[in-house]
């Protein structure tokens, strides 16, 4: 995609996160900010990126500290626990998306073949099943050590 005209004319030390199509990792990302039409910075320039570097080392710091004490008050492993509960938070929004995805309403064709949804649904259990083999598995390992 193409920077507008008055994108381009400004100078920014990131044009990656204003323009993903020039980082190879972002292709996907690029293609849906396409297909939606909007960009993935609103309000590009040296205000973004200031704001940027001024609130993201305060937001790490907290969510870290958090995550330490979780850990210190023997709950569990911290910045797991809050992993964890931020994929959770998203679960009923993405499934609702994919249930829009795949049972179109009001008459539409499937955008998408049910053959996917049923391999997605089948990989899904190797995945979990390959979670829990790796989890539950134990190495024995001897150790031969002097005894003082």
Same mark, same amino acid.
């Given at each position: 995609? !193409?920077?507008?005209?008055?994108?381009?004319?400004?100078?920014?030390?990131?044009?990656?996160?204003? /323009?993903?199509?020039? *980082? !190879?990792?972002?292709?996907?990302? %690029?293609?849906?900010?396409?297909?939606?039409?909007?960009?993935?910075?609103? *309000?590009?320039?040296?205000?973004?990126?200031?704001?940027?570097?001024?609130?993201?080392?305060?937001?790490?710091?907290?969510?870290?500290?958090?995550?330490?004490?979780?850990? %210190?008050?023997?709950?569990?492993?911290?910045?797991?626990?809050?992993?964890?509960?931020?994929?959770?938070?998203?679960?009923?929004?993405?499934?609702?998306?994919?249930?829009?995805? /795949?049972?179109?309403?009001?008459?539409?064709? *499937?955008?998408?073949? !049910?053959?996917?949804?049923?391999?997605?649904?089948?990989?899904? &259990?190797?995945?979990?099943?390959? &979670?829990?083999?790796?989890?539950?598995?134990?190495?024995?390992?001897?150790?031969?050590?002097?005894?003082?």
């Amino acid at each position: 995609m !193409p920077p507008s005209p008055s994108a381009s004319s400004r100078v920014s030390s990131s044009p990656v996160l204003e /323009f993903p199509s020039k *980082n !190879p990792f972002l292709q996907g990302i %690029d293609r849906s900010i396409r297909e939606l039409g909007i960009q993935l910075v609103q *309000n590009p320039g040296p205000g973004f990126e200031a704001l940027t570097v001024l609130t993201s080392p305060p937001a790490l710091s907290s969510s870290c500290g958090s995550a330490i004490k979780i850990t %210190d008050r023997g709950v569990g492993n911290g910045m797991s626990m809050i992993i964890t509960v931020g994929i959770v938070a998203r679960l009923p929004a993405a499934l609702v998306q994919a249930w829009k995805t /795949f049972v179109p309403s009001g008459g539409q064709a *499937n955008q998408v073949n !049910p053959m996917v949804l049923v391999l997605m649904i089948g990989f899904l &259990v190797i995945v979990i099943a390959a &979670v829990i083999c790796v989890t539950q598995a134990q190495r024995k390992v001897r150790s031969n050590t002097p005894s003082v």
